[in-house]
């Protein structure tokens, strides 16, 4: 009783003392954002209009949506591990267009975004969200802007070097709830994001949606790891034409493509004007199946995308390449004749069939693929040690 009277004395002499002045008032949270729970961790959520540190020697519950506000920041230090309240979809980090995040790990101390679960599994939360103004092909161009799946943020623009930030050795674990039938949270969602965002070693590990999906941009990626996605590894679409360097894929016994890649979105439109589609560099890139005689594809290409693959090391799969389209508004085998979808030194490992063609467009292996047979894909025992998982 002697306690709350004195906290009940301190805040009327707190508010009397700045009630008639000029200064900012203090917002004091008892609860919820910035709060603690019974653990002692510090809970995040909601949205933040100032920047957000979250340090290194503390402990961090994600217990709702958090938001990043245009002009703040989030800076997460080395070695922070954030536990999200295992609440599937609605549980998420979200950096919205104008803001970034700092979140600089090492690989003997990398930055974990995880399940809070005591037996954590797929789909517990949802996943890291990055929006930013690089170009798009759902919407018309300029400044135009579309809506994530996810948070209904916006996203895109004009500007192909946005920064929205570092993020360097960060592992997501236990992402991909789902939300309804059509939208599902990745573990990394990059919205528009551009070139001059770094992202450098990062993983997605267990996830129930797709491990990294690129809606548009032109953001480069480095070292990535993604390890049992339940749904398409890597996934681009909606006019994607940054580069992927040096990336490892392992698939789970629940799984769909190594590769799942799209020229636009089929369910928006390609909207560009003038139109252009999907065309990421993909270099040293290793995909490891569950064997020949399992009902499955590595890289799925549709839609009308482009792309140049090179030092690619594809092993256990039904399917190498399926490339998916037509000769009209999914032209995907034109840009095999084009040389604007071309992959070189692959090596092809326990593959049934090496180049799938449902595209209305003739056209032989040779056109699209040259192998070889002292191709490495990338180099993951070097690069992958210490911080990721298996």
Same mark, same amino acid.
């Given at each position: 009783?002697?306690?709350?009277?004195?906290?009940?004395?301190?805040?009327?002499?707190?508010?009397?003392?700045?009630?008639?002045?000029?200064?900012?008032?203090?917002?004091?949270?008892?609860?919820?954002?910035?709060?603690?729970?019974?653990?002692?961790?510090?809970?995040?959520?909601?949205?933040?209009?100032?920047?957000?540190?979250?340090?290194?020697?503390?402990?961090?519950?994600?217990?709702?949506?958090?938001?990043?506000? /245009?002009?703040?920041?989030?800076?997460?230090?080395?070695?922070?591990?954030?536990?999200?309240?295992? /609440?599937?979809?609605?549980?998420?980090?979200?950096?919205?267009?104008?803001?970034?995040?700092?979140?600089?790990?090492?690989?003997?101390?990398?930055?974990?975004?995880?399940?809070?679960?005591?037996?954590?599994?797929?789909?517990?939360?949802?996943?890291?969200?990055?929006?930013?103004?690089?170009?798009?092909?759902?919407?018309?161009?300029?400044?135009?802007?579309?809506?994530?799946?996810?948070?209904?943020?916006?996203?895109?623009?004009?500007?192909?070097?946005?920064?929205?930030?570092?993020?360097?050795?960060?592992?997501?674990?236990?992402?991909?709830?789902? /939300?309804?039938?059509?939208?599902?949270?990745?573990?990394?969602?990059?919205?528009?994001?551009?070139?001059?965002?770094?992202?450098?070693?990062?993983?997605?590990?267990?996830?129930?949606?797709?491990?990294?999906?690129?809606?548009?941009?032109?953001?480069?990626?480095?070292?990535?790891?993604?390890?049992?996605?339940?749904?398409?590894?890597?996934?681009?679409?909606?006019?994607?034409?940054?580069?992927?360097?040096?990336?490892?894929?392992?698939?789970?016994?629940?799984?769909?493509?190594?590769?799942?890649?799209?020229?636009?979105?089929?369910?928006?439109?390609?909207?560009?004007?003038?139109?252009?589609?999907?065309?990421?560099?993909?270099?040293?890139?290793?995909?490891?199946?569950?064997?020949?005689?399992?009902?499955?594809?590595?890289?799925?290409?549709?839609?009308?995308?482009?792309?140049?693959?090179?030092?690619?090391?594809?092993?256990?799969?039904?399917?190498?390449?399926?490339?998916?389209?037509?000769?009209?508004?999914?032209?995907?085998?034109?840009?095999?004749?084009?040389?604007?979808?071309?992959?070189?030194?692959?090596?092809?490992?326990?593959?049934?069939?090496?180049?799938?063609?449902?595209?209305?467009?003739?056209?032989?292996?040779?056109?699209?693929?040259?192998?070889?047979?002292?191709?490495?894909?990338?180099?993951?025992?070097?690069?992958?040690?210490?911080?990721?998982?298996?």
């Amino acid at each position: 009783m002697k306690k709350q009277f004195l906290i009940l004395s301190l805040i009327t002499l707190f508010f009397a003392s700045c009630g008639s002045d000029d200064t900012q008032d203090i917002v004091i949270n008892i609860d919820g954002s910035g709060g603690n729970n019974n653990n002692g961790a510090q809970r995040i959520s909601g949205t933040y209009t100032t920047d957000l540190t979250l340090q290194a020697n503390k402990e961090y519950l994600l217990n709702g949506s958090l938001i990043m506000a /245009a002009g703040t920041t989030l800076t997460i230090q080395q070695g922070v591990t954030v536990k999200a309240l295992a /609440a599937g979809s609605d549980v998420y980090i979200a950096i919205s267009q104008g803001a970034k995040i700092d979140a600089q790990g090492t690989s003997s101390s990398p930055i974990v975004f995880t399940s809070n679960a005591s037996t954590p599994k797929a789909g517990d939360w949802g996943g890291l969200i990055i929006l930013g103004k690089a170009p798009i092909n759902s919407v018309s161009g300029g400044t135009a802007t579309s809506t994530s799946e996810i948070a209904s943020l916006p996203y895109g623009g004009n500007i192909a070097n946005d920064n929205s930030g570092t993020l360097k050795y960060v592992r997501v674990e236990y992402s991909g709830g789902s /939300a309804d039938g059509q939208s599902e949270n990745n573990g990394f969602s990059f919205y528009g994001v551009g070139n001059g965002t770094t992202v450098e070693y990062i993983q997605m590990f267990e996830g129930k949606d797709d491990g990294i999906e690129f809606f548009g941009g032109t953001v480069n990626v480095s070292y990535v790891s993604v390890v049992n996605a339940q749904d398409d590894s890597i996934d681009w679409t909606e006019g994607y034409t940054g580069t992927i360097k040096d990336a490892y894929v392992k698939h789970g016994a629940d799984h769909d493509k190594g590769i799942e890649a799209d020229g636009y979105n089929t369910d928006i439109g390609n909207n560009s004007n003038p139109i252009f589609f999907s065309k990421p560099t993909v270099t040293n890139l290793t995909i490891i199946g569950l064997g020949s005689n399992s009902d499955n594809e590595a890289v799925r290409l549709r839609a009308g995308t482009q792309g140049i693959f090179d030092n690619i090391l594809i092993k256990g799969f039904k399917e190498g390449f399926d490339i998916d389209g037509n000769n009209t508004a999914n032209p995907t085998a034109t840009g095999v004749l084009s040389d604007d979808l071309q992959a070189t030194n692959v090596k092809l490992d326990d593959v049934t069939t090496k180049v799938k063609k449902e595209s209305g467009v003739s056209y032989t292996d040779a056109d699209f693929l040259t192998e070889n047979a002292n191709a490495t894909g990338t180099e993951y025992a070097t690069w992958g040690a210490n911080w990721t998982r298996q």
